[in-house]
């Protein structure tokens, strides 16, 4: 057995040949111990090379050149322990550089959980500046083909996995204010930033998109592309083409839409729906399920597309000169319109129809084109020698019809019958 003083003298006796010999072949040299069996430190139970039962703690002097040293530098110290899924852990907060390959789980500031490989824990008290939890990165002049900071797959091989079975290659969530001290600004559960590269990317995904929540874009602009404008986005030049199922959109399009399988489908609305538009632009189209047909706007009415069909809502008639005038009664004539189910009726004693004749506003004159109005019709007869008007309005299976034109009639006092 080695005592140190034993060790002092066998090296100073012996400094040409630089070692003592022992036990075995074992030998101290000058730059360490060589030992050709199994050593143990704080243990009598030696199943490996080196076992160690405690903490080991590597310090050096940081102007040291010792290579040894240098690695163990920053009072790196761990704690390395058995049992199910041995871990190393980290013991200090400092500034560590270590290489370790783990057959079990590991742990960062925390026991790892039994479902990860790597579990890493970091918490911070209130911060002014960014906290990594963890930090990739590369920084070399010449990379290869494809360069990783970060680089993650996950597979599944076994064969009775089920159909429903959720695999995720990245998992990522960031949660604010867990312990209820209020909000915090923002939270991302992914950041990611691409610049000075010849084309950048923070994001390239070769698959689908789900997203369950908002998408927020900021300027999604290009030269002659498309721009972010809020609420809306939309193409910057007049010579932009859009194109679906095809790269090369028509010249002569705006649009173009190439499919052997789907089509395209526009909006679909009741009448009453269609009706509720506000300012509808002259040339918009929707599909009206009330009449099952295409409805345009035409300016002033919605129209039926197909000119064979009646319009979805009528046309405003024209009020037409009155054919009979009697001392109590007259007959409002108008012209027909295609679509129209029925016709309603106002007559008034001034021409802004202010008022009303009674029984007049809104009178159902039937599907005809014309109404005596008197007498004949109400009970209730009109004045002698006095004017009245009137104006019309077209019921279709989409609604009413806005005003005709105004037409006025006189009675008579010459004892003119009415029918």
């Not at 064969?159 to 909000?183: F, K, M, R």
């Not at 729906?273 to 599909?287: D, H, K, M, N």
């Not at 014309?370 to 209730?380: E, F, L, Q, R």
Request: hydrophobic share 30%.
């Amino acid at each position: 057995q080695l005592s140190e003083s034993t060790v002092e003298s066998y090296i100073s006796n012996d400094v040409n040949t630089g070692y003592v010999p022992y036990d075995n072949g074992s030998k101290l040299v000058s730059s360490g111990i060589y030992y050709n069996g199994n050593v143990g430190i704080g243990t009598a139970t030696l199943a490996e090379k080196l076992t160690v039962s405690g903490r080991i703690s590597l310090t050096t002097d940081p102007n040291s050149d010792d290579d040894v040293g240098d690695r163990a530098y920053n009072d790196a110290r761990y704690a390395l322990t058995s049992g199910d899924g041995s871990y190393i852990q980290n013991q200090t907060g400092a500034n560590q550089s270590a290489s370790f390959r783990i057959s079990g789980r590991a742990g960062i500031g925390v026991n790892p959980d039994t479902h990860s490989k790597l579990d890493i824990s970091y918490t911070v008290g209130l911060v002014s500046s960014t906290t990594y939890g963890v930090r990739s990165q590369i920084s070399q002049s010449d990379l290869g083909t494809s360069t990783y900071a970060g680089y993650f797959k996950s597979t599944l091989t076994y064969s009775g996995i089920a159909d429903d079975q959720t695999l995720y290659g990245v998992y990522a969530e960031g949660l604010g204010d867990i312990g209820g001290g209020g909000p915090v600004g923002t939270v991302y559960g992914i950041y990611a930033k691409a610049s000075n590269g010849a084309t950048n990317w923070a994001g390239y995904f070769n698959g689908n998109v789900n997203i369950t929540g908002n998408l927020t874009a900021g300027s999604i602009s290009t030269a002659g592309g498309w721009t972010d404008g809020g609420a809306n986005v939309y193409l910057k030049t007049s010579t932009d083409k859009v194109g679906i199922g095809t790269t090369t959109p028509n010249a002569s399009a705006k649009v173009e839409i190439s499919s052997t399988t789907q089509g395209v489908l526009f909006p679909r609305m009741t009448c009453v729906q269609r009706s509720a538009i506000s300012s509808p632009p002259e040339g918009l189209i929707v599909y009206n399920t009330t009449s099952h047909q295409f409805d345009y706007y035409n300016g002033s009415d919605w129209m039926a597309l197909d000119a064979s069909l009646a319009p979805s809502m009528p046309s405003a008639p024209t009020a037409n000169a009155s054919t009979f005038e009697g001392d109590e009664c007259f007959r409002a004539d108008w012209n027909s319109v295609t679509g129209a189910t029925s016709y309603r009726l106002d007559v008034s004693l001034n021409s802004s129809f202010s008022s009303y004749v009674p029984g007049y506003n809104n009178y159902n004159a039937g599907g005809g084109t014309n109404c005596w109005v008197g007498d004949v019709t109400s009970g209730i007869p009109l004045m002698h020698a006095t004017t009245y008007y009137y104006r019309v309005r077209a019921v279709g299976g989409c609604g009413t019809s806005s005003n005709s034109n105004v037409r006025s009639a006189t009675t008579t006092d010459d004892g003119t019958m009415c029918p």
